[in-house]
């Protein structure tokens, strides 16, 4: 697909002129993530579970059928060089689909069928999305901002950095260094679109009677830390912080909004507690204060000035979008 966001990009909007509410969301990462057999075994072979799979593994005719189809899916993928093991197992984790099979002393669909045999395992496929189209599509009116993944498993230490790092690498990569999209209409995406997206009215900007849901940034200092080598690097926040220097995240600031889109109680004691946020812009002392002592929602105060506004949604007027 090199090359074709363009056409995606019609289908969306044509399907939207005729009143879908269709959107999408992204992140700004060329690996991918799913399972070995899912990159390296045909359906026609998996259909039935793992344990129907792994019998047909043991058909003379059948291994000879994948020895050449397995290689055949992994050519599309960059080869076994580009899939890598993000799988808890120690003896995968870190290493390459080319190592592996090394290792074992198999060729590779030899070597998928042994791993496979213990257990379907998570991969990434490097370097497969390209990211000319994924900077044509950030710049599309009804693209979301997202991770399009789970919570890394215990022991991995191997594992895909979207989960910490796909919010500020977007901000870093598509808005600040090499701009594509306006700093405005990249937090748009990561707010006020995805509530507006799910139907939830009072979250997503800063409003009167709006929930404050408010992450605060240095724009100088916004960045993705998290790595394909050092993939456990939450980038840093004000007022509470998700990891210090080679520690893993235990701890985030905020509440955890639970029952599907239904709102999140307030904390015992906490009805009237202030909320306030600190846009912070290095070089100069624009800091400006938002404070709330109502439920927690937003009351925007006689001190919040143009500078401040000036970070909003571009498609929101003169109202500044927040990461919620």
């Known amino acids: 697909n090199y090359g074709k966001a363009a056409q995606a990009a019609r ?4 399907a939207r002129a005729r009143g879908v509410n269709v959107m999408a969301a992204q992140h700004p990462y060329t690996a991918t993530q799913s399972s070995l057999s899912a990159y390296t075994i045909p359906r026609w072979a998996s259909v039935g579970g793992q344990a129907a799979m792994r019998r047909r593994f043991e058909h003379p005719d059948t291994a000879r059928m994948l020895d050449v189809q397995t290689l055949e899916m992994l050519d599309i993928r960059g080869g076994a060089e580009k899939i890598l093991f993000v799988d808890r ?13 090394q290792g074992l002393g198999l060729p590779v669909p030899a070597a998928v069928r042994r791993v496979l045999a213990g257990g379907n395992a998570s991969v990434m496929n490097l370097d497969l999305y390209d990211l000319e189209n994924a900077k044509y599509l950030a710049q599309q009116d009804w693209m979301m901002t997202c991770t399009d993944g789970r919570t890394p498993p215990p022991g991995a230490e191997i594992v895909h950095p ?28 990561m707010t006020s679109l995805a509530w507006t997206f ?87 002392a624009r800091n400006k ?15 919040l000035g143009p500078g401040v506004r000036g970070c909003g949604g571009e498609s929101q007027g003169d109202r500044l979008t927040t990461r919620t």
């Open 289 to 303: 204060t938002v404070r709330d002592r109502s439920q927690n929602r937003l009351s925007v105060h006689p001190r």
């Open 89 to 101: 197992r120690p003896e995968l984790n870190g290493k390459t689909l080319a190592q592996v099979a």
């Open 11 to 14: 289908i969306i909007n044509e």
């Open 162 to 189: 979207r989960p910490y790092g796909a919010f500020t690498r977007k901000l870093r990569l598509f808005a600040l260094e090499d701009p594509v999209i306006t700093l405005p209409f990249a937090v748009r995406g």
């Open 198 to 284: 799910l139907g939830v009215p009072d979250r997503g900007l800063i409003k009167p009677g709006f929930y404050a849901d408010i992450a605060v940034f240095d724009v100088a200092r916004i960045r993705d830390r998290a790595t394909y080598e050092e993939p456990h690097r939450a980038a840093p926040v004000l007022g509470g912080h998700g990891s210090r220097a080679g520690e893993r995240p235990v701890r985030v600031p905020g509440r955890q909004a639970h029952g599907g889109l239904g709102r999140a109680a307030d904390p015992p004691g906490r009805k009237d507690a202030a909320t306030t946020l600190v846009v912070r812009y290095s070089g100069n």
